[in-house]
């Protein structure tokens, strides 16, 4: 029987025991709603409204875990897999209705190639020095990355269109939000066809073949108590309400903080947007690793990106046509479509037999920095 926590543990503490240490960075959603309507600079509302990001997002992993975990392997999955990544789609939804298409696909393309590149990178890193080898499930990984390759080659076809049939791809600081109808219907085929594959891919995952997806459970820290229903229902409602709050405030800064910083709304889409909406779950990867849990942080990370390809950017291409002035069409430029394919390729290279090393992790994550200098200065 778990022992019951103490009847005076402070609000600090039991706010500790809940989404862990991103909860250090709770002060900054108080700042962040101080700045944005005290008058404050757009860099320091943008720099808080981000970290401020970071704590509800935790709080709304650590509830979407305890309704899993009392739901059964199959409602448990498909919550864990569903709200994986809410923090990143309200922070796109909220960019979409703002008119930031750019920052959206930028996002889109930079959540892919930062789990694949930045969290399996640092988690092969960490989790692989002191050791010779860590082993994981090769035939696990081969079916994500083959959900992820078949996605990013979807994903890409109507850039390719435009490539070729149209009038060629964006720059990177380029602002089209008017295509081609052709290129908008064909985005469409592509949704509807990824959600399609997304809906066979959890019948897949959950129910016909859930034996190849069984990493060990995880035991990373003690974390409190175990939460009712009902606590794990009001702690997602208030997670997401925060999150929504701070996206509001981090999206209505970015074009101001891009001027002023001399940075481009693709690098803060790309490289910044897209660490921030999962900074929580990438720290979980990299901790299962560094406890040789490489089956957990392997489908974290790449499970993550296959599901940002068929689920999030669909329903974000769906949802732009109810959001914002125009349709966003899925064009991508060319530094996204080549970390959008590299990553992919990467991904499969790495996992094929099963074992990482800590030098595997220092190249993706040398690739990561080359990719995200070149957006810096693209």
Same mark, same amino acid.
């Given at each position: 029987?778990?022992?019951?926590?103490?009847?005076?543990?402070?609000?600090?503490?039991?706010?500790?025991?809940?989404?862990?240490?991103?909860?250090?960075?709770?002060?900054?959603?108080?700042?962040?709603?101080?700045?944005?309507?005290?008058?404050?600079?757009?860099?320091?509302?943008?720099?808080?409204?981000?970290?401020?990001?970071?704590?509800?997002?935790?709080?709304?992993?650590?509830?979407?875990?305890?309704?899993?975990?009392?739901?059964?392997?199959?409602?448990?999955?498909?919550?864990?897999?569903?709200?994986?990544?809410?923090?990143?789609?309200?922070?796109?939804?909220?960019?979409?209705?703002?008119?930031?298409?750019?920052?959206?696909?930028?996002?889109?393309?930079?959540?892919?190639?930062?789990?694949?590149?930045?969290?399996?990178?640092?988690?092969?890193?960490?989790?692989?020095?002191?050791?010779?080898?860590?082993?994981?499930?090769?035939?696990?990984?081969?079916?994500?990355? %083959?959900?992820?390759? &078949? /996605?990013? @080659?979807? =994903?890409?076809?109507? $850039?390719?269109? +435009?490539?070729? *049939? #149209? !009038?060629?791809?964006?720059?990177?600081?380029?602002?089209?939000?008017?295509?081609?109808?052709?290129?908008?219907?064909?985005?469409?085929?592509?949704?509807?066809?990824?959600?399609?594959?997304?809906?066979?891919?959890?019948?897949?995952?959950?129910?016909?073949?859930?034996?190849?997806?069984?990493?060990?459970?995880?035991?990373?820290?003690?974390?409190?108590?175990?939460?009712?229903?009902?606590? %794990?229902?009001?702690? &997602? /409602?208030? @997670?997401? =309400?925060?999150?929504? $709050?701070?996206? +509001?405030?981090? *999206? #209505? !800064?970015?074009?101001?903080?891009?001027?002023?910083?001399?940075?481009?709304?693709?690098?803060?889409?790309?490289?910044?947007?897209?660490?921030?909406?999962?900074?929580?779950?990438?720290?979980?990867?990299?901790?299962?690793?560094?406890?040789?849990?490489?089956?957990?942080?392997?489908?974290?990370?790449?499970?993550?990106?296959?599901?940002?390809?068929?689920?999030?950017?669909?329903?974000?291409?769906?949802?732009?046509? &109810?959001?914002?002035?125009?349709?966003?069409?899925?064009?991508?430029?060319?530094?996204?479509?080549?970390?959008?394919?590299?990553?992919?390729?990467?991904?499969?290279?790495?996992?094929?037999?099963?074992?990482?090393?800590?030098?595997?992790?220092?190249?993706?994550?040398?690739?990561?920095?080359?990719?995200?200098?070149?957006?810096?200065?693209?």
């Amino acid at each position: 029987m778990n022992a019951q926590p103490p009847a005076n543990r402070s609000i600090f503490r039991r706010l500790l025991d809940a989404a862990g240490w991103p909860v250090l960075l709770v002060i900054f959603i108080p700042i962040a709603v101080i700045l944005q309507y005290g008058g404050g600079g757009s860099t320091a509302i943008f720099i808080t409204a981000a970290l401020g990001v970071i704590p509800t997002a935790a709080l709304m992993g650590r509830a979407t875990e305890e309704l899993a975990a009392r739901s059964g392997p199959g409602i448990g999955g498909l919550l864990n897999v569903t709200f994986g990544n809410a923090p990143e789609l309200i922070i796109a939804l909220v960019a979409l209705n703002a008119g930031l298409q750019e920052v959206v696909k930028a996002s889109i393309a930079g959540s892919i190639i930062g789990n694949i590149l930045l969290v399996l990178g640092a988690s092969m890193f960490f989790g692989g020095w002191g050791r010779d080898e860590q082993k994981f499930s090769a035939r696990a990984a081969s079916a994500q990355t %083959s959900m992820l390759f &078949l /996605a990013v @080659a979807a =994903i890409v076809m109507p $850039a390719v269109y +435009e490539l070729v *049939v #149209g !009038s060629g791809l964006p720059k990177p600081n380029e602002v089209i939000v008017d295509y081609d109808s052709s290129v908008e219907t064909l985005s469409l085929v592509v949704a509807a066809v990824l959600l399609i594959a997304y809906a066979a891919g959890l019948v897949f995952s959950l129910k016909t073949h859930r034996r190849i997806f069984n990493p060990e459970p995880a035991d990373l820290e003690a974390v409190g108590e175990s939460w009712s229903v009902k606590k %794990s229902v009001i702690a &997602l /409602a208030i @997670a997401g =309400i925060a999150v929504a $709050a701070m996206s +509001e405030i981090l *999206v #209505g !800064s970015i074009e101001e903080t891009a001027k002023k910083l001399d940075i481009s709304e693709f690098f803060i889409g790309a490289i910044i947007v897209a660490i921030v909406g999962n900074a929580a779950e990438h720290w979980v990867a990299v901790l299962a690793a560094r406890k040789d849990q490489m089956n957990l942080a392997v489908n974290i990370s790449i499970g993550s990106s296959a599901q940002i390809a068929l689920f999030v950017a669909p329903v974000l291409i769906l949802a732009s046509h &109810l959001l914002g002035p125009h349709p966003m069409a899925l064009v991508f430029n060319g530094f996204e479509l080549a970390a959008l394919i590299l990553s992919a390729l990467l991904a499969s290279q790495v996992t094929q037999d099963g074992r990482s090393n800590w030098f595997e992790g220092l190249q993706l994550l040398a690739v990561y920095v080359i990719i995200a200098f070149s957006f810096l200065i693209a």
